[in-house]
């Protein structure tokens, strides 16, 4: 039993902002079918890749829904599409896209077949132009405070965290909107621009209160925990940390632990101000960090990894994705948000469920993605409504594919 | 009239996810109560500092906020807490937070004064340890994929991916779950950590799957698209742009924009490979910069952006943030997500409404957010139900504060 159960939400998507927001939707259990076109969509072979060729990328984002195959070019196609979404159900009717489909797929027409669909729409700025992740980063300033202090280089962000963030919203806006519906208030389109998202996101962190009320720009700090005291160190054997001193508490911990305490207090007899600001951390980081250097350059990680732990400082280790599998016990099985699972076709490696728990309700352990179209004769029988013969010519006719009928999905 | 009007939450919070999280209910259309200990929380100063010394910071976060300020050290001050939280309403009864009290604060304790109470809680790691996202993302790999190729160096991300992403997980988890208790079905505590955020995202993506079934680790690509081709020019002027060419209608874009079909021909023909497959765009990478790195080198912005943009071309500038406030439409109030706001004790500078757009009902412009305790008489009086007698008591015995009582935040 999950949280969501009953629900039934449709998604035409690619990528990873809506595909994200249906996955996250279905691993709180609800219902999501995900169509796609004959052969897959636009993300259908996205990196990373299997040895054998299959994305790893698609099982990912495309976990615990159900998938059918559709020619959208012919008219069947498209009219079994718009049977799924807005076939009936007071909990059915919830509709996700990023697919810019004019005419027989925008919300106007859909909304003629059921008065009452919730369709949120994500698209890439409000003027209805394309923007992916990599284009929003540079256009709002965030590479050019990323990365070593003494670069010029705008470095841009290896994690797509604007369409993470977008994905997740659309999973806000749609319970949003049926929520409004089920108060009796009718359905609605949302629609949701990339860029806006990051926009807004400016604005949230009073990065455009700052360039409007004070002069330069925030540029380069390197690993610097911005606005109080964050630094990466090296140790003495190799192995990099970053360590915390955003709250007092850390702050004072971080000083103590290294045995700092006076150095800190002459530090700040010198320079005239009292390092408890956290502002004054920031302001003299470089200060600070000389005091420090030395320390965390003497000595090998496992010399002062328990007393940090115990001392409940909070600081980490820098590892590659391979080493934080490897070694970090919350990346195994131990923590219960993993499981071991096969992935049809590719292999098995650990998958995450739901990172939310909810106390009334078990967990629901991480589910395969499906492969393309491997649930096109269900959902054509139970929500699209077709008749076995139905089904049988639509997929004589080729409108129609599961895994038995299709084309290799990578024949190209 | 917004989304959520009707929709009460309580928050006690700080710093980024859990304000985020409030905020966006707030700007959707909730009555979001903040409360704080008195002089302010961990976050009250927290930067970017406007030039006055107040925090940018916390007026983006807390946008729409009612604001009342407590002391939590005493018993008055914790029972008052309590039955903000606790309050009587259909709508009301819901929580968020991620400040680890445990005793009179936690869900056992709560939920005995409402059982149907929904309590979100946003801890650091599933162990209950606080992590920060600068101690996440090392943790988890991400700063090693980051920055320039020839680098060994681990590059922080600039913005708090992960926080924004819990943040955003945690609006849909608590609208998750007062759908759950409006079927009837209870209220629950909802717990979510960071790093469980962090961890299941990188399972999404795919990367756990790569190390596992893949050898080797992902390593840096500087500002290359990944898995396909997209990268960064410095152009004539001086400017540098980033160009996309993830799918195959926007690889053949670039080059029939650049005149360099042929070119990209001849490489297919030397290389023996068909660009028209993403992963060879991706593997082959460098060969097609090659190509396309003189042509933009040899010209300035504004002789090919005119044509790029009539192609259709998915491409944008670096820009720092200033840059992008001052020359950025879709920064400015030609974008209806902002408008200019005057934020009481700061200044007037652009504040941002929720990106996404409800059809059905008319898009609420952004408000300020509250000076600490703004709204105590009146959350003591309309949510608390207490009588202008108790309301005068608790001001005298210094339980609680506004801003014609209140000492300065920044008073230390």
Redesign the interface.
């Known amino acids: 039993m999950s949280?969501?159960k009953g629900m039934r939400v449709v998604e035409g998507s690619a990528f990873?902002a809506v595909p994200?927001a249906g996955?996250?939707l279905a691993q709180?259990g609800a219902e999501v079918i995900r169509f796609d076109r004959l052969g897959g969509g636009?993300d259908a072979?996205?990196?990373?890749?299997?040895?054998n060729g299959e994305?790893?990328?698609?099982?990912?984002?495309n976990?615990g829904k159900k998938s059918i195959a559709v020619d959208m070019k012919s008219p069947e196609g498209r009219e079994l599409i718009t049977r799924i979404i807005t076939a009936p159900g007071e909990d059915a009717g919830l509709f996700l896209t990023n697919l810019r489909v004019r005419g027989w797929m925008d919300?106007e027409t859909l909304s003629q077949y059921r008065r009452d669909l919730v369709m949120v729409t994500l698209t890439?700025?409000?003027h209805g132009?394309?923007?992916?992740d990599?284009?929003?980063n540079?256009?709002?300033?965030?590479?050019?405070?990323?990365?070593?202090v003494d670069?010029d280089?705008?470095?841009?962000?290896?994690?797509?965290?604007w369409d993470?963030?977008a994905g997740?919203?659309c999973?806000?806006?749609l319970?949003?909107?049926?929520?409004?519906r089920?108060r009796g208030?009718?359905?609605?389109?949302?629609?949701?621009?990339l860029?806006?998202?990051a926009?807004?996101?400016?604005?949230?962190?009073?990065?455009?209160?700052?360039?409007?009320?004070?002069s330069?720009?925030?540029g380069?700090?390197?690993?610097a925990?911005?606005?109080?005291y964050?630094q990466?160190f090296v140790c003495a054997d190799g192995r990099?940390v970053?360590v915390?001193g955003?709250?007092d508490r850390?702050w004072r911990g971080i000083c103590k632990a290294t045995g700092t305490v006076e150095a800190m207090a002459s530090l700040e007899g010198r320079l005239g101000v009292s390092l408890?600001?956290?502002?004054n951390r920031?302001r003299f980081r470089n200060e600070i960090t000389a005091i420090l250097k030395p320390w965390f350059a003497q000595r090998r990680v496992p010399e002062f990894e328990a007393a940090f732990n115990d001392a409940?400082l909070?600081?980490?280790?820098?590892?590659?994705?391979?080493?934080?599998?490897e070694q970090?016990s919350?990346?195994s099985t131990e923590?219960p948000?993993?499981t071991e699972v096969q992935?049809p076709g590719?292999?098995t490696?650990?998958?995450?469920?739901?990172?939310?728990?909810?106390?009334?309700?078990q967990r629901s352990p991480?589910r395969p993605a499906p492969t393309l179209g491997q649930h096109t004769e269900e959902i054509l029988a139970d929500v699209a409504g077709c008749t076995g013969t139905e089904i049988a010519k639509l997929f004589d006719a080729g409108v129609v594919q599961s895994p038995t009928f299709a084309k290799p999905r990578n024949a190209?």
């Open positions: 949280v969501l990873v994200l996955m996250s709180m636009l072979g996205r990196w990373p890749l299997a040895p994305s790893l990328f698609w099982a990912g984002m976990k919300y890439g700025d409000r132009r394309p923007q992916v990599y284009t929003v540079p256009a709002l300033g965030i590479p050019h405070m990323t990365g070593p670069s280089e705008p470095v841009a962000n290896a994690l797509p965290a993470l963030i997740n919203m999973v806000s806006a319970l949003a909107a049926e929520r409004h089920l208030k009718g359905g609605q389109e949302v629609e949701i621009a860029k806006d998202v926009a807004a996101t400016l604005g949230h962190l009073g990065m455009i209160g700052d360039v409007t009320l004070n330069g720009d925030r380069k700090s390197g690993n925990l911005y606005g109080a964050g990466d990099g970053m915390i955003l709250t850390q408890a600001d956290e502002g920031w409940g909070t600081w980490s280790e820098f590892r590659t994705v391979r080493e934080a599998v970090d919350d990346l923590n948000m993993f992935q590719i292999g490696f650990r998958v995450p469920a739901h990172p939310a728990v909810f106390s009334a309700l991480a190209a």
